[in-house]
């Protein structure tokens, strides 16, 4: 049995990177010591409590420490993001890099793990001298799906207004555009986040906008969710809009677990032209990619009206290899496990 440490500087965010790292450990932890360290302001039942919550995990063994310094009784460091390199030492180390930036790579790195295609290709800096691999995050796959759809759109995020914001008051905007010209009520819109990073005023401001036909959800559980998923004809991605995506590569989705969900489910995803997502969507084929908002509004109206349209990228879905390809949350599990051991054996 090895001592793996592992550290997140971003756990109390608790978005999809954060899922991405402790899938990975709770597998690692079948086998292994893990020591995960925590941000000062969180408590160890909170902790659990917001993964149990937020992702459905259960809580698995693991050492819960606030150190700032640790030596070198640990065989395994696992990083994410190279935040913070310095501070962690192990006798061999694991950066997950799953934001597109530039990084400073120390010399005690054996592997960088990028979370998608998109990732890897817009990082800058990175010693070409170490070895990587890119290892698409885990996404729920549907153990049944929905035989009639209704006449919805969804997107689901992390509500906020962060460098990383999914822009939902842009797609409010788009949303009761589209409903103000189907006065027949036929098409209603769900969005969905949590508010762990939201301030009250930004939640004000979308709970003003809920009506009949607009539905704003806060904080929902995964079987919530999941309906949400099944009923839904649409899927919106707001992430990256109003940036130049080839100047600004961090704004797009880095890889967009809530888009691939969609996708599985046969939603038809409507996403920004760049992003992680195209690790497994081809525009015009399995996603519509939409620039302005105007762009939203059309292809949105286009495919709600045009059944030949609609059900020409629902089959293209379910047939696409890509598509068949997104790993799920035990296939990613496995995965990792062998990724870590890999590293241990050397």
């Known amino acids: 049995m090895a001592n793996v ?77 190279n935040a913070e390199i310095k501070r962690l030492f192990a006798c061999s180390q694991i950066n997950i890099v799953q934001l597109p930036g530039s990084y400073n790579v120390c010399d ?12 890897s290709s817009a990082c800058m800096g990175i010693s070409s001298q170490c070895v990587t691999e890119v290892v698409t995050p885990p996404v729920p796959h549907p153990t049944q799906r929905s035989r009639k759809k209704k006449r919805s759109i969804l997107s689901v995020g992390r509500f906020g207004e ?20 189907r006065s027949n ?34 904080d929902i559980n995964r079987i919530e969710l999941t309906k949400l998923y099944q009923q839904s004809q649409l899927f919106w991605s707001g992430t990256g ?42 525009p015009g084929k399995t996603c519509q990619p939409w620039i302005s908002l105007d762009d939203l509004v059309f292809e949105s109206h286009r495919l709600l009206n045009d059944p030949v349209a609609y059900t020409k990228m629902v089959s293209n879905l379910k047939e696409n290899q890509w598509v068949k390809r997104i790993l799920s949350p035990s ?16």
């Open 5 to 81: 440490v592992a550290y997140n500087p971003y756990l109390y965010v608790m978005g999809g990177g954060e899922y991405y790292f402790l899938v990975a450990l709770q597998e690692i932890a079948r086998r292994h010591s893990v020591t995960i360290i925590l941000p000062d302001t969180i408590s160890d039942n909170g902790f659990w409590k917001v993964v149990q919550d937020v992702f459905a995990i259960d809580q698995f063994p693991a050492i819960l420490s606030r150190e700032r310094l640790v030596t070198d009784h640990f065989d395994l460091c696992i990083v994410v993001n």
């Open 331 to 346: 296939k990613f599990a496995e995965k990792w496990l062998s990724i870590a051991e890999g590293i241990l054996k050397c």
């Open 185 to 218: 009520g036929d098409v209603t819109f769900h969005l969905v986040g949590k508010t762990t990073l939201a301030s009250p005023e930004y939640i004000g401001k979308l709970s003003q906008e809920s009506c009949d036909r607009i539905h704003i959800h806060l």
């Open 241 to 282: 809009f109003g940036f130049d995506l080839q100047l600004n590569p961090e704004r797009a989705e880095h890889y967009g677990i809530a888009v691939a969900e969609a996708a599985l489910h046969h939603a038809i995803p409507l996403v920004q032209p760049l992003g992680g997502y195209l690790d497994f969507l081809e």
């Open 162 to 181: 962060s460098v990383h914001a999914k822009n939902e008051l842009d797609l409010l905007w788009a949303a009761k555009t589209i409903l103000k010209h």
């Open 108 to 119: 005690a790195v054996e592997l960088i793990v990028y979370n998608s295609m998109y990732t």
